[in-house]
């Protein structure tokens, strides 16, 4: 549920400079004061507000790219401690913007997004704009009932939900749920001094059945969230990955529990081309007590799974690689003995008096001759081959000498 708005890319710039530099933060900042450095740079510098300035461009690139390491602990501690060196860049998130895509792009993410690529997409700088400056129109949610409605594509519908002090401290569950299977963000607001609203958390919406949902659940224990984009790339290149790393989607929820009081939600139309439609509801944890501890525990056991995972994996790429192996050596060997056998059964062949001569005179008809073709041949005595031949009986003789004599 953590927001991360990047443009077109987070691919790392040309010329890295330090992100903590580039965020204006200290080393031991905490995440939201990283959260609030990043949002008034990603405002600052947004496309959508500098359309003539090319260097504003680039200036929120590098600032988007500072983000994505800085805002994910794991990255974060590898930057910290070894630099870029220690970061795979190619497993950085690319999330686009649709509202400053143009149509023949939106149309090919589009089209990637239905083959099932995992494409992510930040929020419109208006929406966001609108939203610091308190000029969004917030409709009531009530805690234990649903509003539905259709959104435009980038953009929002605002919600307020007002909680009292026992509701606060049973949980609060913001869930949003599309029978269209539209394509959305649920989006919380954190009230500003000036009295405007600055993004705190997003949720995309996932396909699960015939739906697609998002939920946020501040339940007074940690609660997380899944990423199905992270390690998308790395996935991609090894089909085994796409077992190993799916639990490692999982990212932790930056706010697990909300004071009594109004807090605002937003549902974010993130559709390529359609308006989304949805129903939003807000609900109190005090009707759900055995849900709410179905769900610590099946997170419990989720966390557990993950790190089994982790050393299986270890195990697995061992085995594989000695079945890789194993599997080569076998070809090897099959090879071998095939080869040995023939070499034996030519040098058995050799083992022989006879040898096939081919008559030149007509190329077709073959003899066979050997060492004692003389003893063989036919006898060329005259009286001897005439005997022979008298003493041979033709059954069509016989049959007319019978008749003869009768």
Known sequence: MGSKKTDITS??????????????????????EIKTAYRKLALKYHPDKNASNPEASELFKEVAYSYSILSDPEKRRQYDSAGFEALDVESMDMEIDLSNLGTVNTVFAALFSKLGVPIKTTISANVLEEALNGTVTVRPLPVGTSVSGKVEKQCAHFFGVTINEQQAEAGIVVRVTSTTQSKFKLLYFEQDANGGYGLALQEDSEKSGKVTSAGMYFLHFQVYRMDSTLNALAIAKDPDAAFFKRLEGLQPCEVSELKAGTHIFAVYGDNFFKTATYTIEALCAKTYEDTTEKLKDIEAQILRKRNELRQFETEYRKALARFQEVTNRYSQEKQSVDELLKQRDSIHASFTVTKMVSYLSNGSTSKVIGDDSKAESPVEDGGSDGKDKSSKKKWFNLNLKGSEKK
């Open 11 to 32: 691919a790392p710039p040309v010329h890295r400079r330090d992100p903590y530099e580039v965020l204006s933060v200290s080393r031991d900042s905490t995440d939201q």
